[in-house]
């Protein structure tokens, strides 16, 4: 039984979306590894942008950085 934990920040994590990402990692898993989809177990955390890093830095201060540069 795969198990898949999957961590995004809120933005664009509507229920349509989680649902496109369960749907598309199951069957990542059914067509790379011949997983059984009734078996796959797709967990999905949402995670403030607060207490995301990235680089040293909190996501936030990260993606400025990055779009100045």
Not at 36 to 65: C, M, Q, Y
């Amino acid at each position: 039984m795969p198990y898949v934990n999957v961590k995004i920040t809120p933005e664009n994590a509507t229920p349509e979306n989680k649902a496109k990402l369960i749907s598309g990692v199951t069957n990542l898993l059914v067509d790379v590894l011949g997983k059984n989809p009734a078996s796959t177990v797709v967990v999905i955390d949402v995670v403030e942008t607060e207490d995301w890093g990235l680089g040293g830095l909190p996501v936030e201060e990260f993606r400025k950085k990055r779009s100045s540069a």
